[in-house]
């Protein structure tokens, strides 16, 4: 049985749609560029200069689409060229898509950017410590995006990727811990309050009468720990508590009084003489550590972060 309908040219499904018929019958895409130039910048001549081209250029692509379309686009009238009702309307389907096309290839050039970690800190310690160096591994790893949030205690994974905290909690058996740094811990001050309320230095340091002990409602142990540690007697001395441990660094800074400041947080600060450390650091015994739901493989986001913050203490 012999039937008409037995080649694929003559396969129903072979032939092209209405639509696609019309993009076969649409103008060349280079005259279209230039009439849309032309209509944006309303001038024949600025639309050769940005194209590159020249001013005859610009009138053959554009009188070229006018004969294709049968309307006229422009109106020229002393020796200036207005959009008719037919060019406003191709002037803006053009811009819409070549807009389209410019943000595709741009999309398509870029790489593929990686979700950025998102990390917890304590805020002192993000503010005072880990921002003055962020542009250092930024410059290190540009691949990796970071994304900080403050906060403290309990993590909940899931909301973040990864916490640095101070095992001053138990965060469980579950959770991967990769040690940081010891945290060092001493009095400081501003160098002006220590002329004036500290006598001697290092282990013959001690408070003058007058001064003032600074504390901090987040560690309100502060004091005794350091005391412990350094083998002193806890000074006997007028006390002022702030609400938060970076004030009580502010304030020492500012002359108030005398700090517990742990090393990490002040030592930019002790480098550039903003503040004095009369009795020196001491290990109190706690650390800090990065926290992950899981143990970071070598060569990953993760591990790469964690040396560099090894790094930094």
């Not at 811990?177 to 002329?195: I, K």
């Not at 720990?225 to 304030?251: D, G």
């Not at 009795?279 to 986001?301: E, H, I």
């Amino acid at each position: 049985m012999n039937s008409h309908h037995n080649g694929e040219s003559d396969s129903p499904t072979s032939q092209p749609s209405p639509a696609r018929r019309a993009l076969a019958a649409l103008p060349p895409l280079g005259a279209l560029r230039c009439f849309e130039a032309a209509a944006r910048l309303g001038s024949f001549t600025r639309a050769a200069q940005e194209l590159h081209l020249t001013h005859g250029a610009i009138s053959r692509a554009v009188r070229s689409i006018e004969d294709a379309l049968g309307v006229a686009l422009f109106e020229r009238r002393s020796q200036r060229v207005h959009l008719t009702a037919a060019g406003e309307r191709l002037r803006d389907a053009a811009a819409a898509a070549f807009d389209l096309l410019a943000a595709t290839v741009r999309e398509l050039r870029e790489p593929a950017r990686k979700p950025a970690l998102v990390l917890s800190c304590e805020p002192t310690l993000l503010m005072r410590w880990l921002i003055p160096r962020l542009p250092a591994f930024q410059a290190a790893h540009p691949q990796i995006a970071l994304q900080w949030v403050a906060g403290g205690g309990p993590v909940g994974f899931g909301e973040v990727d990864l916490a640095i905290r101070r095992n001053d909690f138990s965060w469980g058996r579950e959770v991967h811990a990769q040690h940081l740094f010891d945290e060092r811990v001493g009095p400081v001050c501003s160098p002006a309050y220590r002329d004036a309320r500290v006598d001697g230095a290092g282990r013959g340091a001690r408070l003058s009468e007058g001064a003032v002990l600074l504390h901090s409602a987040t560690r309100p142990d502060a004091w005794a720990q350091w005391a412990r540690a350094a083998r002193r007697r806890l000074p006997r001395a007028p006390a002022q508590t702030f609400e938060h441990f970076y004030f009580s660094l502010q304030a020492a800074a500012a002359g108030v009084g005398v700090a517990i400041g742990p090393w990490q947080l002040v030592r930019d600060d002790v480098d550039a003489g903003v503040l004095a450390a009369p009795f020196g650091f001491v290990a109190d015994g706690s650390a800090y550590f990065l926290l992950s739901p899981a143990p970071a493989r070598a060569g990953t986001p993760v591990a790469l972060l964690a040396a560099w913050l090894r790094a930094q203490a």
